[in-house]
């Protein structure tokens, strides 16, 4: 069906050969897989087997004929029993899906009635029945590659080429795609595609031609995809987890800072150390900026104050400004016993940071 004899291919500009003595055959009705690197001489091959190439040595037998001695004027007539797919789906954007696909027979001149009928039967193998008036951009990319595959198999080639025909599509699309391939080569198709999917490879176990700098170095029949080493990953790299971790220390760091701030807000007033424990109240109110709130200097009690005790209630303070209500943490300090000792005005103090007690019916729930 298809037979390399020692090609080499070369072209004018390049030091190396894009294929180097390269030597393989594929029988009537094999899927074969054409693997390796981008460079490796995989496209070369699919375009020496469509005569869109001739070989710098060897020869090149595709169906029986040598594409070195074809001429030019035979080439269309030979390409007819050759059908290609490509990763880019090259369609024709001013023309419907019938008439993408009808155009191939139109090309070699088939009739109206053969085409009325051939084109709706292959848009139904390739699952697009009732899509033959839609225009291309109005599709998908899967539908669009099927399209393409349609418009490959409506003149029933003996071989189908496959240029890295999932390359544009979602990894489920691409599944499709495989089993619509897998399914024309059970009808007797043989199927010729390069690909960089090791996992298709792999999961289907066909023929594997891998090449390496244009030289075959492996022909193995249900073989897999092989060396994954040249492959990107796609799992994250360490510097994004190590950012996450600083982002994190940042954010814990400007909160301690805060805690320590309102702690220390809170002695100067009080004239003493005050610990700040974690409130495990859910609302508070505090300001709009995430800095704490600068302490008000307040003036020194006196030592009569200080020493008398206190037991007229305190005139409630005038409410301060409104201010945006979050669900934070908040601290308050240890010793609430010394709370009842102070006068009016560091009362006032303590609620201005946001450190007294809040009432219930204060509170401000979630959907506020």
Do not use: W
Not at 271 to 289: K, R, W
Not at 333 to 345: M, S
């Amino acid at each position: 069906m298809i037979r390399f004899e020692n090609v080499t291919k070369r072209f004018r500009g390049t030091a190396k050969p894009a294929l180097s003595n390269v030597d393989f055959e594929v029988l009537r009705g094999e899927f074969v897989f054409l693997v390796g690197a981008s460079g490796s001489g995989k496209s070369s091959c699919l375009r020496l087997i469509l005569r869109e190439e001739t070989p710098s040595d060897g020869r090149v037998v595709v169906l029986g004929r040598d594409l070195r001695s074809l001429s030019n004027r035979k080439v269309p007539y030979f390409r007819r029993h050759v059908g290609a797919v490509f990763q880019d789906f090259r369609l024709l954007p001013n023309k419907t899906v019938f008439q993408n696909v009808a155009f191939t027979l139109q090309v070699i001149g088939s009739s109206r009635g053969f085409i009325q009928q051939a084109v709706p039967e292959v848009l139904a193998l390739v699952g697009l029945a009732g899509k033959e008036k839609r225009f291309p951009h109005e599709l998908s990319g899967g539908e669009q590659q099927r399209v393409a595959i349609a418009r490959a198999l409506v003149n029933r080639p003996q071989v189908l080429l496959a240029d890295e025909p999932t390359g544009n599509l979602d990894p489920a699309t691409s599944v499709d795609i495989m089993q619509l391939l897998a399914r024309i080569n059970s009808s007797g198709t043989t199927v010729v595609m390069a690909t960089h999917e090791a996992g298709f490879v792999d999961q289907m176990k066909r023929r594997v031609i891998e090449l390496v700098d244009g030289e075959l170095v492996r022909d193995e029949r249900h073989g897999g995809y092989g060396d994954t080493s040249s492959l990107p990953s796609l799992a994250p790299g360490p510097e994004q987890g190590a950012a996450a971790v600083a982002a994190l220390t940042a954010v814990l760091e400007v909160q301690r800072e805060t805690a320590m701030s309102a702690s220390a807000a809170v002695s100067s007033a009080y004239g003493h150390d005050v610990t700040p424990v974690a409130v495990e109240e859910p609302v508070i109110p505090v300001d709009a900026a995430p800095s704490a709130p600068e302490p008000v200097e307040q003036p020194a009690p006196s030592a009569e104050s200080a020493s008398a005790p206190q037991h007229a209630e305190p005139e409630p303070e005038p409410d301060p400004e409104p201010a945006p209500e979050t669900r934070a943490p908040r601290t308050q300090p240890v010793p609430i016993a010394d709370i009842a000792e102070v006068d009016v005005a560091e009362l006032g103090l303590a609620d201005r940071l946001g450190l007294g007690q809040t009432p219930p019916e204060d509170e401000v729930g979630p959907t506020s």
